[in-house]
């Protein structure tokens, strides 16, 4: 069994930056893809970024290319989302993924394992 914990969201001004931080235990961190996906108020969960298991591969939603950059460390078996520039749209519960796969994977439903979520707030 694999658990994720999100940990790093909160409230910024618009403008801001904001680090999000996803460990993750149980099963060997390497067999995982990892992604970040955000779901605001009355919306569908979306998908924001991914890396492949050796981080060598990422892929972004057009709306954060740019802004927002996925690392991950296999050493401490945390995967991490900096989030620059940051807009009022971006406002959502950020939630962190793993699939047992060795690229990276855009959509939601493949993903085996979710965090709880973290609140991003960004206010105008």
């Known amino acids: 069994q694999v658990q994720l914990v999100e940990s790093g969201g909160g409230l910024v001004q618009a403008g801001g930056s904001l680090r999000l931080t996803c460990a993750q235990s149980?099963?060997?961190?390497?067999?995982?893809?990892m992604g970040w996906f955000r779901q605001a108020p009355g919306k569908e969960r979306e998908f924001v970024a991914a890396?492949?298991?050796?981080?060598?591969?990422?892929h972004y939603a057009d709306s954060v290319k740019g802004r927002f950059t996925i690392s991950r460390d296999n050493a401490k078996n945390t995967v991490s989302l900096q989030m620059n520039s940051l807009k009022p749209e971006d406002t959502a519960v950020y939630y962190c993924?793993?699939?047992?796969?060795?690229?990276?994977?855009?959509?939601?439903?493949?993903?085996?394992?979710w965090g709880q979520g973290t609140q991003v707030t960004v206010s105008s």
């Open positions: 890396i492949n298991w050796s981080g060598g591969s990422t």
């Open positions: 993924a793993a699939v047992n796969s060795p690229v990276v994977v855009l959509n939601p439903g493949e993903y085996d394992y």
């Open positions: 149980g099963r060997a961190f390497t067999s995982y893809a």
